[in-house]
């Protein structure tokens, strides 16, 4: 199996901060990698495919980056939206595993 | 985009069988693949696994004695079955299209699966 490293596991921020989120794969995907915003009580929404293809809808503020095993999630300037916790998951093979996740929470 | 609800019993008795279906509705079953994800409270996610509209699967492999998904295109839904289920089991079951190069697109709201006796 593959899997998926997050990091960091919560992060502290303030409206209008830039942000960055790392995903680690323990063996090369490709650039098959997906972003996904879930708030409480909610189904995960997908933010960014294969990498860095921004989903239909999805603020131009959030981006994708990275191949291989070391990937990124920026958020140019954070909104008050967007304090939620954020998963990366590969579906490169199978299983197609979730990183832990990634808590953004308010300063 | 597709609408995805999941239903089924939200409590089932430990060794028991979990039932659960998605219903997709504002569109077609067709041509796509179908995934179950699962969400224990206050987790992170597993994928459970996909189904495509031909009834072709892939299960993960920590799962995979003991799921079976189907499909069935007449009704537009397709269904999970989780057996000799355990406290272990109980999660927030969602059902998701996977548009394969990109990802999982529609979600269900989700349905939460107590396993209790």
């Known amino acids: 199996d593959i899997q998926m490293t997050q990091s960091p596991s919560t992060l502290s921020a303030s409206v209008g901060d830039r942000v960055t989120i790392t995903c680690r794969a323990s063996?090369?995907?490709?650039?098959?990698l997906a972003w996904f915003q879930q708030k409480p009580g909610k189904a995960p929404k997908l933010l960014i495919y294969?990498?860095?293809s921004l989903e239909s809808g999805v603020p131009s503020r959030f981006s994708g980056s990275g191949s291989g095993t070391e990937f990124t999630l920026t958020i140019s300037s954070l909104q008050p939206d967007d304090f939620a916790t954020y998963y990366c998951?590969?579906?490169?093979?199978?299983?197609?595993?979730f990183g832990q996740g990634t808590k953004l929470e308010m300063k | 985009q597709v609408q995805l609800q999941e239903s089924g019993p939200g409590l089932v008795k430990p060794s028991e069988t979990l039932s659960l279906t998605c219903t997709v509705s504002?569109?077609?079953?067709?041509?796509?693949?179908w995934s179950w994800i699962r969400q224990p409270a206050g987790k992170g996610l597993e994928w459970i696994g996909r189904i495509y509209s031909s009834g072709s699967t892939n299960y993960n492999p920590s799962l995979k004695s003991r799921v079976t998904m189907s499909v069935d295109t007449s009704k537009n839904q397709f269904s999970l079955k989780l057996s000799s289920v355990t406290a272990a089991d109980t999660a927030v079951y969602y059902c998701a299209r996977d548009l394969g190069s990109s990802a999982l697109g529609d979600w269900g709201p989700g349905t939460l699966v107590t396993v209790s006796s």
């Open positions: 294969k990498a860095s």
């Open positions: 504002t569109g077609s079953i067709i041509d796509y693949y």
């Open positions: 063996q090369s995907i490709s650039i098959w």
């Open positions: 998951q590969q579906y490169d093979n199978y299983p197609y595993n």
